[in-house]
């Protein structure tokens, strides 16, 4: 490797420790304040929107049946493993049965 492939290297490996030790100092400093408890307590529910929402899209109507088929078992079981595995196999079973893609 170059020089510059090095420094590269090095300084992303310095940003990203920077970024994970700058998280721990902010998540402390914000818990002390409202503003921050209130900001924690909201990202749950902001992460899971951004993170299954796209997906849902892309996935069609046997991606909302997976999603409606996980949601019911979480309100029944309160269960979360159990809701996500009833989730996945759902999908599994409506692909193996080829009406998913």
């Known amino acids: 490797m170059t020089n510059g492939e ?3 290297l090095a300084s992303l490996a310095a940003m990203a420790l920077f ?3 700058g998280g721990l100092y902010a998540g402390r400093y ?3 304040h409202a ?3 209130a900001m924690f307590n909201a990202i749950p529910g902001c992460l899971l929107v951004a993170l299954v929402v796209p997906d849902l899209l892309s996935r069609g109507v046997t991606g909302w049946i997976a999603a409606a ?3 019911v078992l979480m309100l029944v079981t309160r ?3 159990v809701s996500m595995m009833g989730g996945v196999a759902a999908m599994a079973l409506l692909r193996v049965a080829g009406i998913a893609a």
Request: charged fraction near 15%; aromatic fraction near 6%.
């Open 6 to 8: 090095w420094l590269l």
């Open 19 to 21: 970024i994970r030790l």
């Open 30 to 32: 914000l818990e002390r």
């Open 35 to 37: 503003i921050g408890q």
């Open 69 to 71: 088929i996980t949601a």
């Open 79 to 81: 269960n979360m493993t």
